[in-house]
């Protein structure tokens, strides 16, 4: 196995998924040989579960959905259990291309927090509306925040370093859009480097779409409020563990 990978886990935060799950596991297995993976359930009320298992990854069912952020909090704690650096977020429905994980990681040697950023010239992956709107005001918002360029800030490809890990496994929110916008948010206030690398994003394999077109101006105002309240809750600080290097 590559070297940058033997303390990273893949986490795939999954929520009736049981027609594309299987595929994303094999794919992470093919692409990353030996790499750990986990499958997070998130209170699926079909066979998620039991497909993920079948298909060899290791699964932690949650008996009620919690949601994403819900769902990688379980994935940094399990982390951290493990004595695992980083933690890479991948779909369960197909969109994110495991072999993407490896530049994600890379970039960790100089980041805490790596986005794979779907319009930063790679790939054809296309938002149009109100919802690319609030991707612009959204990205440049978080963009000054955060001190770098970032075009994607509401992408779920992510990678967390291990000062971000540590962060995350007690702070990450699970509100509605936390696991993207405030998480960056708290991400940056607490001192974390945040930057982004292009990967190319793919149809959904299975399932349907999270976010419906029709529903793209209840978008628009739902991520203005998840800024909003992000920036009005206090910093959270890096504690001295957390400074240290893993």
Known sequence: MVAELSNTLIVIPALNESGSVASVVDEVHR??????LLVVDDGSTDDTAAVARAAGATVVSLPFNLGVGGAMRV????ALEHGLDNVVQVDADGQHNPESVRALVAELDH?????????AGQGDYEVRGPRRWA?????????????AKLSDTTSGFKASGPRAVRLFARHYPAEYLGDTIESLVIATRAGCTVTQVPVSMRPRSAGQPSHHPMKAAIYLGRAAIALAFALMRPAIPLDTSEQQPA
């Open 111 to 119: 980041a805490d927090l790596v986005i794979g950023a779907r319009f």
């Open 31 to 36: 692409h990353l040989p030996g790499v750990r």
């Open 75 to 78: 994935g940094f704690n399990y």
């Open 135 to 147: 991707m612009v005001v959204l990205s440049a918002a978080l963009s000054r925040i955060a001190g």
